[in-house]
């Protein structure tokens, strides 16, 4: 439930806002690391996507909840009205409690709503941040790797330069 929300979302900032290029700088070998960042990447999302799903389905369940309730004190409120006209005093009573226990039910789901559904954005957006950065990273990944060989490879000419200038 929340926690795993929350961890996922997490998993998702991070990997979002991490810099490619610095841990490719980092890596001992880049087109390993870049193949595994890929991988984690598409393992977040596919947490993402159920986790959006139950979210969804959460939100949908407080809707019921909610429209039941509202439908319980309207239905509640009409026996009430029925009863004043008959002059069943006790009736009455009896049926505006359940009315406001409805009433204060709804009440209830009304707030879960809202921050459900805040949730739900929160992911959806997440995701769609991490998508894009995914499809951004797959799309270049031969230039990221180029580009890092490249760097290697002048690193070694900096260092044999430096050498050979030594003796």
């Known amino acids: 439930g929340r926690s795993r929300q ?3 979302l997490n998993r998702i900032s991070l990997l979002v806002r991490s810099n490619i290029n610095e841990l490719l700088d980092r890596a001992e070998d880049p ?3 870049l193949d595994q960042i890929i991988r984690d990447m598409a393992s977040a999302i596919q947490q993402a996507r159920s986790q959006v799903a139950e979210t969804i389905a959460q939100k949908n369940l407080i809707e019921t909840n909610l429209n039941n309730a509202r439908k319980m004190s309207g239905e509640w409120g009409n026996k009430a009205q ?4 008959k002059g069943a005093d006790d009736l009455a009573r009896e049926a505006l409690r359940r009315k406001r226990d409805y009433e204060s039910n709804a009440t209830v789901y009304e707030h879960q709503l809202t921050t459900q559904t ?3 954005d929160k992911l959806k957006g997440d995701l769609g941040a991490l998508q894009s950065k995914y499809e951004e990273i797959v799309r270049s990944r031969e230039t ?3 580009r890092h060989r490249t760097a290697k490879a002048q690193l070694k000419v900096q260092k044999v330069a430096a050498a ?3 003796i």
């Open 6 to 8: 929350v961890s996922i």
């Open 31 to 33: 087109e390993k690391t």
């Open 82 to 85: 029925l009863a004043v006209q």
């Open 118 to 120: 805040e949730v739900v």
């Open 144 to 146: 990221l790797i180029a």
């Open 164 to 166: 050979m200038a030594g």
